[in-house]
């Protein structure tokens, strides 16, 4: 089966600039997730969705960051206005369940803020 | 590939050898523990994982040890080699909750 899917893979954008991630979950995964790791910190949780409802967003660090699932399919993250401490590489990953399983990982996105 | 922080502990071991990698755990009500591979480039990925009734497990080179009473975890992986070299993450889980990850090992294996 196809993978998580990202894109970009990379992004170089000016501080100010809006930017949209998209992840393609494994198909039939009604669990999305976005992870970042941020200046080679730890991987830290965003948001989580169960098809195409927000099960918790409790690590979205402010307003400026955005996620969608519509239709419980793909998600995008946008990011509007972009700052220098957004940078990082942002992981989207998917799963069949979510008690118990391991996600599986997309190869992420690596957003450059300058 | 991905840039890592400079202060990511580097465990470094000959080809061959067993490779033990350490992780302490946050929270003591996690009942569902990860070990994550992660490549230059790529997302992390699964390579064993463990419920907090258990102590031990088993795969295919790799083991992973639970200590509750003082919240570590190890991943033993043996016979290590050239392909091994990654950075490793340890993950926990509450339930209801979401994965925290520690702050990841990078594993060099020497030729």
């Known amino acids: 089966e196809a993978g998580v899917t990202q894109f970009p893979s990379h992004s170089v954008i000016e501080k100010g600039q809006t930017v949209t991630l998209r992840c393609d979950p494994i198909?039939?995964?009604?669990?999305l997730y976005w992870y970042r790791r941020v200046m080679g910190k730890e991987i830290k949780f965003l948001l989580h969705?169960?098809?195409?409802?927000?099960?918790?967003e409790s690590g979205m660090p402010n307003n400026r960051f955005l996620a969608e699932r519509t239709g419980g399919t793909y998600s995008t993250l946008k990011v509007q206005p972009a700052e220098l401490e957004d940078s990082g590489v942002y992981f989207c990953?998917?799963?069949?369940?979510?008690?118990?399983?391991?996600?599986?990982f997309g190869s992420g996105t690596r957003l450059t803020v300058v | 590939g991905e840039s890592v922080g400079l202060h990511l502990p580097t465990l470094s071991v000959q080809e061959g050898d067993n490779s033990i990698i350490n992780c302490a755990y946050s929270n003591s009500a996690s009942d569902y523990f990860i070990w994550y591979k992660q490549e230059s480039g790529k997302g992390p990925q699964f390579i064993i994982d463990?419920?907090?009734?258990?102590d031990k497990r088993q795969g295919q080179r790799v083991t992973v040890l639970l200590n509750k009473t003082v919240k570590h975890l190890s991943l033993q992986i043996a016979a290590t080699q050239p392909g091994d070299s990654a950075v490793y993450f340890c993950a926990e889980k509450n339930y209801g909750q979401n994965f925290v990850f520690g702050p990841g090992t990078r594993l060099s294996v020497l030729p």
């Open positions: 969705f169960v098809k195409e409802s927000k099960q918790d």
């Open positions: 990953a998917s799963s069949q369940m979510d008690i118990g399983y391991g996600y599986t």
């Open positions: 198909s039939g995964h009604d669990n």
């Open positions: 463990i419920r907090s009734n258990m």
